[in-house]
């Protein structure tokens, strides 16, 4: 199981590095005049909010209940779930900063940053998690 948990740890802290970065990138384009930021009210820009918002809309109950629906059987299979959770997840953090800058700091994006950075957080791998989700369940167990 340790194992499992330190090759899930390099795509989870992977995600922060990613992160760190994007925001690093963006906020030295942002203060040098490297770029326009795209007005948040324009087609465009209210197209990229719609992207986001319903991206994250499906990403994160999609990834936080994906081990639970498809009920990995092996451990390859459960760390190749495992992953896909901790990527579609974490990626709302860096995406949510991207869009920040992009929109010439809307700050609604910074709040999907940090929904995404609280939805991130319940990916992290433990040792407890993992034997916890490949327990084999009682069809016959309530389940609240």
């Not at 942002?30 to 499906?58: E, K, N």
Request: glycine fraction near 10%; include cysteine.
């Amino acid at each position: 199981m340790e194992k499992i948990v330190r090759k899930l740890n390099w795509f989870y802290y992977g995600v922060m590095v990613l992160t760190l970065v994007i925001l690093t990138l963006f906020r030295y384009l942002y203060a040098h005049g490297m770029f326009t930021p795209i007005d948040p009210m324009s087609t465009l820009g209210m197209i990229l909010q719609y992207a986001a918002i319903f991206g994250a809309l499906v990403a994160l109950p999609l990834g936080l209940y994906l081990i639970k629906w498809l009920k990995p059987e092996t451990e390859e299979r459960y760390t190749d779930l495992a992953t896909l959770r901790i990527l579609m997840i974490g990626l709302i953090m860096p995406m949510g900063i991207c869009f920040y800058y992009l929109l010439g700091g809307y700050n609604p994006m910074m709040w999907l940053a940090g929904i995404g950075a609280i939805g991130w957080y319940f990916t992290k791998p433990t040792v407890g998690k993992i034997e916890h989700e490949m327990k084999p369940r009682d069809p016959n167990e309530e389940t609240y």
